[in-house]
Every structure is written in C-alpha cells, then in structure tokens.
C-alpha cells in the first residue's frame, strides 16, 4: 500500500500554474505522479484558483485591447459580455403555395419529356425491328 499523500507549497504552485494554462486535470495528476481523484480531493483550490487567475488574464487583456480601438476585441466583447449579436428577425407571412405548385409542375413537366422520350425510343425500336 502506497503512503497517503501529502500536498506542499510547491506541488500547490506547480498545479495552480498547470490548471492557469490550461493543462487537463489527468495529465496535471499524471505530471506530479498522482491519481486524477488524489488531485482534485487535495488540490481543488488550486485548480480553481489556476483557472480563475488565467481568466483574469485574458480578460483584463481583452478589455484593454477592446479599450484601445482593437475591433475584433470590441465585437467580441459586446457579444459575450454584453449579450449584442447579429441576429436578423424577419415577421410576416410567406406564402410557399405558389412555389410547390410551381415544383409540381416542374415535375410533371420533367416526367411528361421522359416519358414521351421513352415512347420515342420504343417506337424507334420497334421500326427497327419491323424492317429486319
């Protein structure tokens, strides 16, 4: 039976710095030679913290670039921060009658040719036949 594991200052940092960059929590618990459960019963403050402080980063970096006229930065941030998007409402009423009457007619148009061509072909045919 292995020894209890006891969590330093050290191993806290290491972990915290790993979830900040988005290291997976199996491949941190595999990095400090533990099992994924021992990670989080032990060091889930600082796979918390790791992730919180990396937000934090990214954020204050996106905010100041939306700030200093970035406009991807600027769209980005109004749609997810401050709900604004690009959706286009249409109202009223289609009518869709006159477009499937059409596509019926196409149809039978489309069946009428081939079957008058089939007809053609028979009939070829059986000339044929007849001259032999």
């Known amino acids: 039976m ?18 900040g960059v988005g290291v997976p929590y199996e491949a941190i618990a595999a990095y400090i030679g533990i099992a994924p459960m021992t990670l989080t019963k032990h060091y889930k403050e600082n796979l918390q913290l790791g992730k919180a402080r990396a937000f934090e980063k990214i954020g204050r970096t996106l905010f100041q670039k939306a700030l200093d006229g970035d406009n991807t930065c600027l769209i ?16 009223g009423e289609i009518d869709l009658i006159p477009r499937i009457e059409k596509t019926i007619t196409t149809i039978d148009a489309v069946n009428i040719i081939e079957h008058e061509s089939e007809s053609a072909s028979q009939a070829d045919t059986g000339a044929v036949l007849a001259r032999d």
């Open 2 to 19: 292995s020894a209890a594991h006891v969590p330093t200052q050290d191993l806290c940092s290491q972990v915290e710095a790993l979830a």
């Open 76 to 91: 980005f941030y109004a749609k997810t921060q401050m709900g604004w998007n690009e959706k286009i409402e249409v109202s």
